[in-house]
T-cell receptor, first 116, second 117 residues
Framework: EAGVAQSPRYKIIEKRQSVAFWCNPI?????LYWYQQILGQGPKLLIQ????????DSQLPKDRFSAERLKGVDSTLKIQPAKLEDSAVYLC??????????????FGPGTRLTVT | AQTVTQSQPEMSVQEAETVTLSCTYD???????LFWYKQPPSRQMILVIR??????QNATENRFSVNFQKAAKSFSLKISDSQLGDAAMYFC??????????????FGTGTLLAVQP
């Protein structure tokens, strides 16, 4: 079974530029998560989708971050314009659902973003 | 709001020895799950072990076991017979289990475990 795929693995941009990350969840997983992991901290949930609807985006900086999950499969997270403090690893995860035995989250390898 | 605290930024253990990683959490909820995740240098988070709060019995997975103290809000991870492949960052995480909970994981800041040969 293929795992969660993310691209690119690394990205370096200058502040005020825009960037996009892509995530393809495990086939059949209805729930998709984007986490931000700043160096020295644990991951923090940015946004959670159930199929193509948003379940939780309370910690997403909506003035610069946006995310979509068209057709309820893969997802794109965008930052525009980027700030220095956005330097982090962006982790995508997926699960069958969000209750019971289907709630186990599987993580992708992450995208390391450096903003200079 | 729920919080998770890991007070040990770094730990070291000799190969084949036992090490315990500490985690405390704060919540007013009675139904929740606790997890330990391993993040090797490849960055891919791997679930190590899971504990349901309603279960009194401590979870075990091969060489990994937990000491869950609900009243004290403590959740430590014990790794027995440590192996070189256990070297990684370990995160403690919390998830609510009340009706309507979204499955959001709340992570601690992590403990970097080094295994000495």
């Amino acid at each position: 079974e293929a795992g969660v795929a993310q691209s690119p693995r690394y990205k370096i941009i200058e502040k005020r530029q825009s960037v996009a990350f892509w995530c393809n969840p495990i086939s059949g997983h209805a729930t998709l998560y984007w986490y931000q992991q700043i160096l020295g901290q644990g991951p923090k949930l940015l946004i959670q989708f159930q199929n193509n609807g948003v379940v939780d985006d309370s910690q997403l900086p909506k003035d610069r971050f946006s995310a979509e999950r068209l057709k309820g499969v893969d997802s794109t997270l965008k930052i525009q314009p980027a700030k220095l403090e956005d330097s982090a690893v962006y982790l995508c995860a997926s699960s069958l659902g969000f209750s019971g035995t289907g709630s186990k989250q599987y993580f992708g390898p992450g995208t390391r973003l450096t903003v200079t | 709001a729920q919080t998770v605290t890991q007070s040990q930024p770094e730990m070291s253990v000799q190969e084949a020895e036992t090490v315990t990683l500490s985690c405390t959490y704060d919540t007013s909820e009675s139904d929740y799950y606790l997890f330990w995740y391993k993040q090797p240098p490849s960055r891919q988070m791997i679930l190590v072990i899971r504990q349901e709060a309603y279960k009194q019995q401590n979870a075990t997975e091969n060489r990994f076991s937990v000491n869950f103290q609900k009243a004290a809000k403590s959740f430590s991870l014990k790794i027995s017979d440590s192996q070189l492949g256990d070297a990684a960052m370990y995160f403690c995480a919390y998830r609510s289990d009340y009706g309507g909970a979204t499955n959001k994981l709340i992570f601690g800041t992590g403990t970097l475990l080094a295994v000495q040969p």
